[in-house]
């Protein structure tokens, strides 16, 4: 059994326009993951012909604040608009609001408000995605290396608000180079999170690169995936160690 293997362009290829980026892994035959759309040109992306299996699926706003959880839905609202554009199946969320990668508004701990503001957002945002044919997928983070200060960001923490919607359109983006980092056990973790998984993203710990350049033994975990009969999309959200086309060979045989 194959997975539908994607690449993010964000993170590959920075040599290129972002354009180029993508038209190089579609012809390596991945489907290609951006981060933001509200600053890329849509129709330019469109118009490349490539296959985009995800990307943000929100704006602004913490899915776990009364003040600014109902922003998250709006602009997952519009988000809806431009997945439309690209035929994007998937939409990215996170707990909280990422600014250049850290908390626009940190904090240090969760409440009982934030895990019912969450899942009460959540449950809107589900009902949009089905009316568009969209899954919305909640991603886990660490908070020790690269998003400190966003609450509810561990795996357990993201399938727990995914379990409590139980909305088919709301998902966990199963980030795996984040789960390393904040917990561990990867392959007791993607059995855990089975039936909950929308897409799986992976990258090695420590650096963030291509698998096979860190700790994790991918083919173990992508045995794992195949064992809970995971048939979705694998996402290498990664810079490369060295030449890109090398890396994305590297993502391609730890999953194959």
Not at 60 to 68: A, S, V
Not at 211 to 223: L, S
């Amino acid at each position: 059994m194959s997975f539908d293997l994607a690449v993010c362009a964000e993170m590959v290829f920075t040599e290129l326009p972002l354009l180029d980026r993508v038209r190089r892994i579609d012809e390596l035959g991945f489907a290609v993951e951006i981060w933001s759309w509200h600053d890329k040109d849509l129709d330019a992306l469109a118009a490349t012909g490539a296959r985009f299996s995800s990307m943000t699926g929100y704006l602004r706003g913490d899915l776990i604040d009364p003040d600014t959880a109902d922003d998250v839905v709006r602009t997952a609202e519009d988000s809806l608009k431009a997945a439309e554009t690209l035929g994007i199946p998937r939409l990215n969320l996170h707990t909280a609001e990422l600014v250049d990668g850290q908390a626009a508004r940190p904090r240090q701990r969760a409440t009982g408000r934030m895990w019912l503001t969450a899942q009460r957002a959540l449950e809107r945002i589900g009902e949009l995605g089905a009316a568009a044919g969209v899954t919305f997928c909640l991603e886990n983070l660490n908070t020790i290396v690269d998003h400190p200060g966003v609450p509810l960001a561990r795996a357990k923490d993201t399938l727990a608000l995914v379990e409590g919607v139980g909305h088919p359109n709301v998902k966990m983006m199963l980030d795996l180079y984040h789960a390393q980092i904040g917990e561990g056990n990867l392959v007791e973790l993607v059995r855990r999170c089975a039936g909950a998984i929308g897409e799986v993203q992976v990258a090695d710990v420590p650096g963030r690169c291509e698998p096979g350049t860190g700790e994790i033994h991918y083919p173990v975990v992508a045995k794992a995936l195949r064992d809970i009969d995971y048939r979705g999309t694998v996402g290498m959200e990664a810079f490369a160690s060295g030449d890109s086309a090398v890396a994305l060979a590297a993502f391609r045989s730890a999953f194959s």
